[in-house]
C-alpha cells in the first residue's frame, strides 16, 4: 500500500514567499489609499522618480514570484499546462486592462491594435531573440519540437492576418475598422479557432508542446503514451494528494500577478508624466508598460533557455503571441460593439513591414533546425528597429 506524506501549506509555501506577498500587497494598499494624492496635478520631479522606483521594486519582486511559482507548477502539471498557466493569466489581465481603457473616458480606438502590435515586438524579437542568443551562446545549438512550433507560426499568421492586416483592405466600417456584421462573424472565428488549438494542444496533440528526447526535433504520434511529462507509475493517490499543492501555489501565483496589474495604471501615470515631462514619444509608455506586464512571462522564457528546455521558451513567447490575439481581439470587438465605442485594428504602413518583417525572421528561425545564436541577434536588432521609430517615425 503506497502512503504519501501530505505537505502542509508552511512547506510548500516558504516564509520568504509569504513575506513577500505581504509586502506587494502593502504596497498596493498604499496606492490604493493615498496613489491620488502622491500622483496628483501637483506631482513633482522628485516624487515622480521615487514613485517610480517604488512601483518598479514591487513590480518587479511581484514577477520574481510569479516565476517561481509558475516553474513550480510547470514541473507539476508538465508541458504545456504549466506554461499554459502562466500564459493565460497575463494576458487575461492584459484583456482586463485594455477594456478598462476603452470603457474609460478618454477615446482611444486603436489601443487594441497598438496592445497586440507591441506584445508582438516585445515578445517575438526581444524575448525571443535573448532565448536564441544566450540558450545557443551556452549551448551552442538548442533543440525544440518542430511540429509545435509550426503550429504556432500557423496560428499567428491566421490570427494576425486576419485581424490586423487585412481591416487595411476591406471596406468594413472605413480606418481600418470592422463593420459591426464582420466583427461579430470574426470575433466569433478568432475565438473558435483559439479555443479549438487550446482543446487539441492540451489533448491528443499535446506531444506537439513537450521537448522532445535528446537528438530529436520531433514526437511522432505514436509515442505519446512514452514521451510524456507524468510519471506513468503515479498512483491516483499520489495524484490526488498533489491537487492540494498545485490549489495552493495557483492562488499564490494569482496573488503575485494581480498586484502587476493593480499598479499597472499607477506606473502608466508616472511614465506618462516623465514622458511628457521629457517630451518623448507618446507610444513609448505603451511599450514599456507592456514590457513591464509580460516581464514575468520573459523572465521564465529566459531562464527556459538557459536550462536548455528550449520548448518551454518557444510555449512562452509563441504561445503569448497566439494567446494575446485570440483573447484580445474577440474581447475588443465584443466591448466596442456593446459600448458602442470605434474600433480600429488596421495596422500603419510601418508597422505592416515590421508585422511582416517578424513573421518571415520568425518563420525562418524555426523551420525545423537547430537554433543558433546569430538569428537572436537577428530578432534583437528587429526590436531596436521598432524603438528607434518609435523616436524618429
Known sequence: ???????????????????????????????????????????????????????????????????????????????????????????????????????????????????????????????????????????????????????????????????????????????????????????????????????????KYRHHYIQPPAGQMEIRFTDTLINTEWDASDTPHTVSSAKSEILIRSIVLLGMILPIVLLSHHMAVVVDYGIQAAQLPTLLGGVLIAIIVFTPESMTAVKAALNNEFQRAINLCHGAFVSTVGLTVPAVLIVGLIAGKTVLFGLTGTETILFVLTLLLSLMSFMGRRTSPIIGLMHLTLFIVFIMLIFNP
Open 1 to 203: 500500500m503506497n502512503t504519501v506524506k501530505k505537505l502542509s501549506i508552511r512547506e510548500i509555501i516558504p516564509m520568504s514567499t509569504w513575506l513577500r506577498l505581504g509586502l506587494v500587497w502593502v504596497v498596493v494598499a498604499i496606492f490604493s489609499i493615498f496613489g491620488h494624492d502622491l500622483m496628483g496635478a501637483q506631482m513633482g520631479g522628485w516624487t515622480a522618480v521615487a514613485v517610480f522606483v517604488l512601483l518598479l521594486a514591487t513590480i518587479v519582486g511581484a514577477a520574481f514570484g510569479v516565476v517561481r511559482e509558475a516553474d513550480e507548477l510547470a514541473h507539476k502539471l508538465g508541458e504545456p499546462y504549466g506554461t499554459l498557466i502562466l500564459t493565460l493569466s497575463i494576458v487575461s489581465i492584459e484583456v482586463i486592462l485594455i477594456a478598462a481603457v476603452m470603457l474609460g473616458p478618454t477615446e482611444n480606438p486603436s489601443i487594441g491594435k497598438d496592445s497586440i502590435f507591441s506584445v508582438m515586438m516585445i515578445i517575438m524579437n526581444l524575448v525571443m531573440g535573448l532565448c536564441l542568443l544566450l540558450g545557443g551562446m551556452k549551448y551552442g545549438e538548442q533543440e525544440y519540437n518542430a511540429q509545435g512550433a509550426m503550429a504556432y507560426h500557423s496560428m499567428i499568421i491566421m490570427l494576425g492576418g486576419i485581424s490586423m492586416m487585412l481591416p487595411n483592405f476591406i471596406g468594413g466600417a472605413g480606418d481600418g475598422s470592422f463593420s459591426t456584421t464582420q466583427a461579430i462573424i470574426l470575433s466569433g472565428l478568432v475565438a473558435l479557432l483559439y479555443a479549438a488549438f487550446l482543446y487539441f494542444q492540451m489533448t
